[in-house]
Nanobody
Framework: QVQLAESGGGLVQAGGSLRLSCAPS????????MGWHRQAPGKQRELVAR???????NYSESVKVRFTISRDNAKNTVYLQMNSLKPEDTANYYCAAQDFLGTGVDYWGQGTQVTVSS
């Protein structure tokens, strides 16, 4: 049973920064890709950023120049650095892992709340 342990959410003012961390219970190399999704109240869950086993990244247009996804293989952890946060970034952020590229998410974390005040 794969578990994804998230941390780093919280309350921040607009323009501020937060860093989310996600540590899987298994070896990070066992996943073809890991990423972050978010879901705001009344909205569908959406992909924020994803990083593949060979560190290729992709981002949603709304966060592309403000957020950075990275991985530290030695620490078996994936990070999401979020800068210049906006109130519209407020959501529950979920870590996700895929066994194969081109397929859907196989594992989800419990979620961590990010709230950006104006």
């Amino acid at each position: 049973q794969v578990q994804l342990a998230e941390s780093g959410g919280g309350l921040v003012q607009a323009g501020g920064s937060l860093r989310l961390s996600c540590a899987p219970s298994g070896n990070i190399f066992s996943f073809a890709a890991m990423g972050w999704h978010r879901q705001a109240p009344g909205k569908q869950r959406e992909l924020v950023a994803r990083i593949s086993r060979d560190s290729r990244t992709n981002y949603s247009e709304s966060v592309k120049v403000r957020f950075t996804i990275s991985r530290d293989n030695a620490k078996n952890t994936v990070y999401l650095q979020m800068n210049s946060l906006k109130p519209e970034d407020t959501a529950n952020y979920y870590c996700a892992a895929q066994d194969f590229l081109g397929t859907g998410v196989d594992y989800w974390g419990q979620g961590t709340q990010v709230t950006v005040s104006s």
